[in-house]
């Protein structure tokens, strides 16, 4: 009575103890989203005490004793609570007690995994057993721990690869030059331009520019105004980051050998980033002919977007995105995949490791925060014209054609904080837009990733347009070029 109350006692003991639910052995997978990390804790929770039901067998040659009586083969079982292992002993020690009390030619056969043996079975046949249960069990866990690690890195995403650059060693640090930026800005606002004629400005559009028709035609146009040459560099935006690096060499090259003219550039979203890889691969080529680069909005380091759309494991797995961004961009619009490939983390850490911008070179670098509120959901960016066909000789009229972009960008903007606290425009988040070795710009006014290229239809005339924060931009990049060319000039001496 005494062992089956002991027994019942233990059996109503819980399976999984205090040790299984300890903090520190489950990872913080999400402090963003606790219901994920709950989610994720419970089957770490169920893995741990799964793969502790199964046996790991030792298995010992049988021997005889000086009575001649058989050694019986050992059985060690492991099981992730204390209370199951008690349990276990005290079920063992019962069967042994019977066994040891009965006699040889009396004792019924011994059972083992639920088959009846008889007692003159071979005990290598039995070793065989046992081995063959102990090599299938491994194979089980295996299996189960992959399901378990593939839903931790579909519930992490890039949340180890946000803001990789300003934790490597080996980047060159960066200087903050908003305060600066916004005097020049207001310089600007009063009419006050210093941007020299003495050089060619070549602006480089993102992804998907081929389609924006408007596409930073208002910053040339305000360029062209104060008479300073200005051009967009018409590549094909949705080709590779290394086949656009070779048109903007060349680019620059035609535009130097015709105008004699140093070059300035300025890269928007991955714009930047194929002008910046430009002049890491080409730089003995290029650097007599281009004065600084400024990149906006840049995934410079990489994109959390691009990177959870073609990540294996990730959420382009089970939404089928991967399949709808390969249609997009190689079936209706004719570009390469690659494009997009080039801008996730692990692309762009190999590529910077082997090919960092000079040192010399002046950079500049601007990252925003899309504002997420409801006045924001309602604007309105004016991306391309539709002409309308008019029944007089007059030039036919033109209808503005819009997008609700800010919306778009609001909601992604959200998505990134929501899932991986990151502040970001919409698509880049801002430790990412940082540029390691350059003069950073973090402007407090809430700006998406759209504006700088797209007027809005609702602008506020009150605060500088896309233009003026271009021309400001840049006019910080001349003044940090004349500032590292005295640098240069005081080692020389």
């Given at each position: 009575?005494?062992?089956t109350?002991?027994?019942?006692?233990?059996?109503?003991?819980?399976?999984?103890?205090?040790?299984?639910?300890?903090?520190?052995?489950?990872?913080?997978?999400?402090?963003?989203?606790?219901?994920?990390?709950?989610?994720?804790?419970?089957?770490?929770?169920?893995?741990?005490?799964?793969?502790?039901?199964?046996?790991?067998?030792?298995?010992?040659?049988?021997?005889?004793?000086?009575?001649?009586?058989?050694?019986?083969?050992?059985?060690?079982?492991?099981?992730?609570?204390?209370?199951?292992?008690?349990?276990?002993?005290?079920?063992?020690?019962?069967?042994?007690?019977?066994?040891?009390?009965?006699?040889?030619?009396?004792?019924?056969?011994?059972?083992?995994d639920?088959?009846?043996?008889?007692?003159?079975?071979?005990?290598?046949?039995?070793?065989?057993?046992?081995?063959?249960?102990?090599?299938?069990?491994?194979?089980?866990?295996?299996?189960?721990?992959?399901?378990?690690?593939?839903?931790?890195?579909?519930?992490?995403?890039?949340?180890?690869?946000?803001?990789?650059?300003?934790?490597?060693?080996?980047?060159?640090?960066?200087?903050?030059g908003?305060?600066?930026?916004?005097?020049?800005?207001?310089?600007?606002?009063?009419?006050?331009?210093?941007?020299?004629?003495?050089?060619?400005?070549?602006?480089?559009?993102?992804?998907?520019?081929?389609?924006?028709?408007?596409?930073?035609?208002?910053t040339?146009?305000?360029?062209?105004?104060?008479?300073?040459?200005?051009?967009?560099?018409?590549?094909?935006?949705?080709?590779?980051?290394?086949?656009?690096?070779?048109?903007i060499?060349?680019?620059i090259?035609?535009?130097?050998?015709?105008?004699?003219?140093?070059?300035?550039?300025?890269?928007?979203?991955?714009?930047?980033?194929?002008?910046?890889?430009?002049?890491?691969?080409y730089?003995?080529?290029?650097?007599?002919?281009?004065?600084?680069?400024?990149?906006?909005?840049?995934?410079?380091?990489?994109?959390?977007?691009?990177?959870?759309?073609?990540?294996?494991?990730?959420?382009?797995?089970?939404?089928?995105?991967?399949?709808?961004?390969?249609?997009?961009?190689?079936?209706?619009?004719?570009?390469?995949?690659?494009?997009?490939?080039?801008l996730?983390?692990?692309?762009?850490?190999?590529?910077?490791?082997?090919?960092?911008?000079?040192?010399?070179?002046?950079?500049?670098?601007?990252?925003?925060?899309?504002?997420?509120?409801?006045?924001?959901?309602?604007?309105?960016?004016?991306?391309?014209?539709?002409e309308?066909?008019?029944?007089?000789?007059?030039?036919?009229?033109?209808?503005?054609?819009?997008?609700?972009?800010?919306?778009?960008?609001?909601?992604?903007?959200?998505?990134?904080?929501?899932?991986?606290?990151?502040?970001s425009?919409?698509?880049?988040?801002?430790?990412?837009?940082?540029?390691?070795?350059?003069?950073?710009v973090?402007?407090?006014?809430?700006?998406?990733?759209?504006?700088?290229?797209?007027?809005?239809?609702?602008?506020?005339?009150?605060?500088?347009?896309?233009?003026?924060?271009?021309?400001?931009?840049?006019?910080?990049?001349?003044?940090?070029?004349?500032?590292?060319?005295?640098?240069?000039?005081?080692?020389?001496?």
């Amino acid at each position: 009575m005494e062992a089956t109350s002991a027994m019942s006692r233990e059996s109503s003991t819980p399976l999984v103890n205090d040790g299984v639910r300890n903090d520190g052995f489950i990872p913080q997978l999400l402090t963003s989203l606790p219901v994920l990390d709950g989610a994720a804790s419970y089957l770490a929770q169920t893995t741990s005490l799964i793969t502790g039901c199964f046996s790991d067998y030792s298995v010992e040659s049988p021997s005889r004793d000086s009575g001649g009586s058989v050694v019986h083969d050992q059985e060690m079982e492991t099981f992730s609570s204390a209370q199951t292992e008690e349990h276990l002993e005290l079920s063992c020690n019962s069967h042994n007690s019977l066994s040891e009390s009965s006699t040889p030619a009396t004792s019924s056969p011994p059972i083992h995994d639920g088959e009846t043996r008889g007692s003159s079975e071979d005990p290598s046949q039995r070793t065989h057993a046992l081995i063959e249960s102990s090599q299938a069990s491994p194979n089980g866990i295996s299996l189960f721990k992959g399901l378990i690690d593939r839903a931790r890195r579909t519930v992490r995403g890039s949340a180890d690869d946000i803001g990789w650059l300003q934790r490597d060693p080996s980047m060159p640090p960066v200087e903050d030059g908003t305060e600066r930026f916004l005097e020049i800005l207001d310089n600007i606002r009063h009419g006050l331009h210093k941007l020299p004629n003495s050089m060619v400005y070549l602006l480089i559009p993102g992804l998907f520019s081929n389609h924006g028709p408007l596409y930073f035609v208002n910053t040339k146009m305000s360029f062209s105004k104060q008479g300073l040459a200005c051009h967009i560099a018409k590549i094909h935006s949705e080709a590779s980051v290394e086949k656009n690096a070779k048109e903007i060499k060349e680019y620059i090259e035609e535009i130097y050998w015709g105008s004699k003219k140093r070059v300035l550039l300025l890269g928007h979203s991955k714009g930047g980033v194929d002008a910046a890889a430009a002049l890491s691969l080409y730089w003995p080529d290029l650097k007599d002919k281009v004065a600084g680069l400024a990149l906006a909005q840049s995934p410079y380091g990489g994109s959390p977007i691009a990177t959870d759309i073609l990540r294996e494991g990730q959420l382009g797995d089970y939404v089928n995105l991967r399949k709808l961004m390969e249609i997009l961009i190689c079936k209706v619009i004719k570009g390469d995949l690659q494009a997009l490939e080039d801008l996730t983390y692990e692309r762009r850490m190999d590529f910077l490791r082997k090919h960092q911008l000079p040192r010399e070179l002046p950079v500049v670098s601007l990252h925003t925060e899309a504002g997420i509120t409801s006045a924001v959901l309602a604007t309105l960016s004016h991306v391309a014209h539709a002409e309308l066909p008019s029944l007089s000789a007059d030039e036919p009229s033109k209808l503005p054609v819009v997008m609700p972009l800010g919306a778009a960008m609001a909601a992604c903007a959200q998505l990134l904080q929501l899932r991986y606290g990151e502040k970001s425009d919409g698509l880049v988040t801002c430790r990412d837009a940082v540029v390691p070795g350059s003069i950073v710009v973090r402007p407090k006014r809430k700006l998406d990733h759209a504006w700088m290229v797209y007027s809005s239809l609702n602008d506020d005339t009150s605060e500088a347009d896309a233009s003026q924060v271009c021309e400001a931009l840049l006019t910080l990049l001349v003044e940090v070029g004349q500032r590292k060319r005295h640098e240069l000039a005081m080692k020389d001496e």
